[in-house]
């Protein structure tokens, strides 16, 4: 099945620097996921938005639901070393019942 | 504490050989769903589950099987005709299917000798 295109594919940033990702698809989605996901473990939910233009925020996470519903994009404020880790989006498009799409994720490198 | 529980962690198989990988879940979710994952690509979905006892292949279930006999329970059986198994394998559930935030356990990484 077809995947979300999602970038950048890394990021090496210093700590307390922000970080900002974002995540496409040509399909409508109703739906968007945010996780994250450390080495050798499962992912784990960040943030879940609902509704076109919806801006919700998780302590210094901010995500949000684009207008178009093609789209969807993550910011980390003001970084700290725990903030390593894959970020990946993710949700069900319209066009596609029952299957979520995924975005192969963004590794995010925190240095002191 | 409510959640999602995959067994083994590490699995370790040897070619022509099935080898089945537990996903248990005490949500009291209905839909369960098996992924896989390899480095630089999204997950993948083999099988998913939406109630108990029925079940729908997802974009590559060829060469891996399901059962879903408990709402607790969706094991995944990866057979020898799988041609690559060697993996990172995540179960999620969710309250139910489609549109509800799908929530994953800690994973099996199965390695093929």
């Known amino acids: 099945g077809q995947q979300l295109n999602q970038s950048p594919q890394s990021m090496f940033i210093q700590e307390g620097e922000d970080v900002s990702m974002n995540c496409t698809s040509s399909?409508?989605?109703?739906?968007w996921l945010w996780y994250k996901q450390d080495p050798g473990e499962g992912p784990v939910l960040l943030i879940a938005l609902y509704k076109a233009g919806e801006l919700t925020s998780n302590g210094r996470l901010t995500a949000q639901f684009g207008i178009t519903r093609k789209d969807s994009f993550l910011n980390i404020s003001a970084s700290i070393p725990s903030d390593v880790g894959i970020y990946f989006c993710?949700?069900?498009?319209?066009?596609?019942?029952?299957?979520?799409?995924f975005g192969a994720g963004t590794q995010v490198v925190v240095t002191p | 504490d409510g959640g999602i529980t995959q067994s083994p962690k590490y699995l370790f198989r040897k070619e022509g050989q099935n080898v089945t990988l537990s996903c248990e879940q005490n949500l009291n979710h209905d839909a369960m769903y098996w992924y896989r994952q390899d480095p630089g690509q999204g997950l993948r979905l083999i099988y998913y589950?939406?109630?108990?006892?029925?079940?729908q292949k997802g974009d590559i279930a060829e060469g891996y099987s399901v059962s879903r006999e408990k709402k607790e329970s969706f094991p995944l059986t990866v057979t020898s005709a799988q041609k690559n198994p060697t993996a990172f394998y995540l179960c999620a559930s969710s309250i139910r299917g489609y549109y509800n935030e799908q929530f994953f356990g800690p994973g099996t990484r199965l390695t093929v000798l």
């Open positions: 993710a949700g069900p498009p319209t066009d596609s019942w029952g299957k979520f799409q």
């Open positions: 589950s939406q109630i108990v006892n029925d079940f």
């Open positions: 399909s409508i989605f109703n739906t």
